[in-house]
């Protein structure tokens, strides 16, 4: 088994106001922590993972398919791999919640070296 804090891991800054951290993972999957300030967008993206997330606090506004759909505190979501998404914290409060990713993301561009 295989434990992982979130006091222990040092986020990056993935774009301006997000902050992403990896923490656990197994061969199929991984968490995500993320920290998103008011104001922040993640630029339209798509990837080869499926990702399903739970928002623990804040509002995130995701953008998908021409569609926004508003995620709050106790929502979770789901995204099929390669399909296009943004998302944007249009609140005054920071967005925190978890995506979880699979297969796993290994290495991601905005992780720190």
């Keep these: 088994m295989e434990r992982v804090s979130l006091d222990d891991l040092e986020p990056s800054e993935a774009a301006d106001g997000v902050r992403l951290a990896l923490m656990a993972?197994?061969?199929?999957?991984?968490?995500?922590?993320?920290e998103i300030e008011p104001g922040a967008?993640?630029?339209e993206h798509s990837h080869p993972h499926e990702q399903t997330g739970y928002i623990a606090e804040g509002e995130l506004v995701f953008l998908t398919d021409g569609e926004e759909i508003v995620c709050g505190p106790g929502d979770s979501y789901a995204i099929p791999g390669d399909q296009a998404h943004a998302a944007e914290n249009r609140g005054d409060e920071t967005v925190r919640g978890v995506d979880i990713f699979s297969p796993p993301r290994e290495n991601p561009s905005w992780q720190s070296e």
Excluded: A, K, L
């Design 25 to 34: 993972g197994t061969e199929s999957m991984n968490v995500q922590h993320f």
């Design 41 to 43: 967008v993640v630029e």
